[in-house]
């Protein structure tokens, strides 16, 4: 038995109370006698249910926007706790060097935490040991440090510090730790790949985003390519989608870009890209049938330039 | 109470208090969205905090004449996707249900009504990522089209089309 045609859209107008009143009771008595139409309203309800995603805790809320705003002050010389300025400024020397002390040990009673939410700490004994070796090189670095000036010049940086007391004179620290790196890779290393990918995912900075799809292309690994479909598809910024497209395109007919293409039909507004959607996938061959079907799909606008340019080759067939 | 464009305005100049009232206004939001993802508290949290972060620090390429709702939508939207997949988890959240079933009518609809609701949830999470958030903005949050097609950055009716395909996506998942 089909879902009747047309009913969706009232039925949503319906639950959402914008339905006219004058069409509301005769669909109210159409769910009624109709069990799929009224199976559907159900789930637009369950749907809108507080059950299904519950509302958060303001104390979690609290100590979530803390997080945040611990970070940010972290990462933000001009924003650094007023604590540690006023120490300084107070210019008490036993501060300070109890400061470097206090460091020190700390840093020798930690786990190391390397970029993880602290929730999502992984039981996997190749990263266990990645934070064992990086834990043995902070502890060897912090013990070279002889005052708060070899501290704050640091290439290590901590943040998103937690703490919490042991037996004895032992703390549980953990904490987030970045360094700069510059190093010289080969073009299939798979540390390149993962830095591209992130870069290419990352919406705060566009040139960075540019400047790794340009180097993103060069490259065959799956993950790459993952990352730039996701940049075509999802990034809010049409440079960047343009990008991304550009080196997808040169991949040969990889079926993941075929139908990334054809959500680009569906989905993009911008006429430019659903064009050269359309010349690759021409290209490459694709069933005139399913092409003719993303294009009828996506946005009206432009859809005319679209026909004239697929044309020729749907009635090829 | 400030608007959002002063309030952004603030938060550029170096008011953390500003950025801190953004929050206020706009984490049940990105929770919500955020929980999709996630599928518990503990990743909703985590999520959302990744959100707020990647805001402030893109927050100097925010435009003003935007709207800064679908604005951080399309952050949670991307942090949800990036968190799904570097967690390497499938979008399967599952509480096991208790198998210590009396006989009281009463615990066992308790028990269908919770089956049916880890049902939708995990057929929701198994949804395409864009179908998945439009019916949440939509259901959960009650944003109208025109708000769903500007976070998804496609038309009204490309984004009604998502919405009733994602619904009928779920009905056949969830077999009604």
């Known amino acids: ?317 | 109470m400030k608007s959002d464009d002063d309030l952004v305005r603030d938060v550029i100049e170096g008011n953390l208090e500003a950025f801190d009232e953004l929050m206020k206004r706009y984490e049940r939001l990105v929770y919500k969205v955020a929980y999709s993802f996630g599928g518990s508290r503990e990743d909703a949290l985590d999520i959302t905090q990744s959100v707020f972060l990647k805001a402030f620090r893109s927050l100097s390429s925010f435009r003003s004449d935007a709207n800064l709702k679908t604005w951080l939508m399309r952050i949670t939207y991307n942090e949800g996707v990036n968190w799904v997949r570097k967690s390497g988890r499938t979008s399967d959240r599952h509480e096991p249900l208790d198998e210590n079933i009396a006989s009281d009518t009463n615990q066992e609809e308790e028990l269908f009504a919770r089956e049916k609701e880890q049902l939708l949830e995990q057929a929701l999470r198994k949804l395409n990522e864009r179908y998945r958030l439009a019916l949440v903005l939509r259901y959960q949050q009650g944003l109208g089209i025109a708000e769903i097609a500007s976070v998804l950055r496609c038309s009204e009716g490309v984004a009604k089309s998502m919405l009733f395909r994602g619904v009928r996506s779920l009905r056949q998942a969830i077999g009604t």
């Open chain 1, 1 to 317: 038995m089909k879902q009747c045609d047309g009913n969706q859209i009232a039925i949503d107008q319906l639950y959402r109370n914008e339905l006219p009143e004058s069409e509301q009771q005769q669909l109210v008595r159409h769910l009624d006698e109709c069990r799929l139409c009224e199976e559907y309203f159900d789930l637009l309800g369950r749907l809108s249910s507080e059950d299904l995603f519950p509302e958060p805790e303001p104390s979690d809320l609290l100590q979530m926007r803390r997080a945040v705003v611990r970070r940010i002050r972290n990462e933000t010389p001009a924003t650094r706790s007023g604590w540690l300025t006023d120490l300084f400024a107070a210019r008490h020397a036993f501060a300070v060097g109890i400061l470097a002390v206090v460091s020190a040990v700390l840093l020798v009673a930690l786990g190391t935490v390397i970029g993880q939410p602290r929730t999502e700490r992984r039981a996997d004994p190749v990263h266990e040991e990645d934070e064992r070796v990086i834990g043995r090189q902070i502890e060897l670095a912090s013990m070279r440090h002889r005052d708060l000036s070899d501290v704050e010049s640091s290439p290590w940086r901590f943040a998103n510090v937690q703490l919490l007391d042991q037996q004895g004179d032992r703390v549980r620290v953990s904490f987030e730790v970045t360094r700069h790196l510059e190093m010289e890779l080969q073009k299939g290393s798979p540390l390149l790949a993962d830095v591209l990918v992130q870069s290419v995912l990352d919406p705060s900075s566009i040139g960075g985003q540019l400047q790794a799809i340009s180097h993103a292309g060069e490259l065959s690994d799956p993950r790459v390519r993952e990352a730039l479909i996701r940049a075509m598809l999802g990034d809010s910024n049409l440079a960047v989608r343009l990008e991304a497209q550009s080196k997808l395109v040169r991949h040969e007919n990889h079926p993941e870009v075929r139908d990334a293409l054809l959500s680009v039909l569906q989905e993009e507004e911008n006429v430019q890209m659903r064009l050269v959607a359309i010349d690759h996938l021409t290209r490459h061959r694709i069933d005139p049938a399913l092409l003719e079907r993303a294009v009828e799909a996506g946005e009206s606008e432009g859809r005319n330039a679209l026909y004239v340019r697929a044309r020729s080759y749907i009635t090829e067939f």
